[in-house]
């Protein structure tokens, strides 16, 4: 009984074409994005970038109105102060504010964020990972993720455990939020693969 060669079938590829063949298939696999590299030293701020990634999920509003809980907000949700609009905002504010204002803005709430990130993540972080991280932490606090099984695999160096531990965070009242399990799907690509992946 004759046994073929296991690599018999290789063979017709390599002639008559056969090795250009191969070589497109290559070409026309969709292979993941590599992951950024992680050097020894940590970012201690949010990029650019990462500051436009949080505004696509907060919205934005160029005038001063009063948010859900009655506070008086402008941009991308900025605290001007509490309780409602009454008159004695600052002028610039009540003339209304530029979207690039707005992340300005934004990026000088999210630098508690940075911080509470900084003090508690123990390995090194890419600065796509740290924008990831700070996102997620401006969106649930320091106190959910200061207690989270996500800080506790990401300071073992589990890195590959994150997007899935940063997905549990899709609830609210209860319910699932569509809204929420979008972010949290953008801010574990983003940690995973370094894609903003936005338009803002």
Known sequence: ???????????PT?????LVAIVAWLARRRLPPRPPAISGVSPTAISDQGTRFIAQFEGFDPKLVNDAAGHCTIGFGHLVHLGPCDGSEP???KRGITRERGLELLAQETSDAAAIVSRLVTVPLTQSQFDAIVSFVFNVGQTSFASSTLLKILNQGLYAGVPAQIGRFVFGGGRRLPGLVARR???????STGDYGFGI
């Open 1 to 11: 009984m004759n046994r073929r060669s296991p690599t018999r079938w290789l063979r």
């Open 14 to 18: 390599i002639f008559g074409g056969g």
């Open 91 to 93: 002028a610039e504010l």
């Open 185 to 191: 799907a953008a801010e574990g690509r983003l940690f």
